[in-house]
């Protein structure tokens, strides 16, 4: 069953992609069986998403996309306080690179290179941490999503067999 993915743009959701059982209204009522996306977070890069309830949710579905939320916001959280730190020390790097009166491209150029290799490396073991806890969220999200699949399936066969009786 595809589901109805709405894109926030300009403070209204308005872009509609992929109806869902029905047809979608072109006004900008929330629906609460849509997925809603919105621009990107200023700091973190990440586009919020609220998640659609379908009204006939199974068990599965309803885990599926609880965790699948919580998934969202751990990510969002991560980036959120990563970019925040990243741009806090490279503002100070500039800002003392503006004190010091560097104005040769070449140098300014070599500062923010060895700027970067030393964030990189000093961030490393987070950033390795964050690559696997992401995958392992992955995995189960994957397994979540095949469960939900399946309870749908047998609630259809289900459906089906009992309408023919």
Not at 72 to 92: A, C, G, L, V
Not at 128 to 157: D, F, H, P, Q
Request: contains cysteine; glycine residues 2%.
């Amino acid at each position: 069953m595809k589901r109805q993915i709405v894109v926030r743009l300009h403070n209204t959701f308005t872009k509609k992609i992929v109806p869902p059982t029905g047809k979608c209204s072109e006004d900008t009522e929330l629906r609460k069986d849509c997925d809603y996306i919105s621009p990107a977070d200023r700091v973190s890069n990440i586009r919020r998403i609220r998640y659609g309830r379908r009204s006939d949710e199974t068990a599965e579905e309803m885990s599926l996309r609880l965790y699948a939320t919580e998934l969202h916001e751990w990510n969002h959280r991560h980036w959120q306080k990563q970019n925040f730190s990243y741009s806090s020390i490279k503002q100070q790097l500039l800002d003392e690179v503006e004190e010091n009166d560097i104005e040769d491209e070449q140098e300014i150029d070599r500062i923010m290179e060895e700027f970067y290799k030393t964030y990189l490396l000093s961030n490393r073991d987070n950033f390795n941490r964050y690559t696997s806890e992401w995958r392992k969220a992955n995995i189960k999200l994957i397994y979540l999503s095949l469960r939900a699949k399946k309870s749908r399936v047998s609630r259809s066969v289900r459906d089906a067999v009992s309408f023919l009786k």
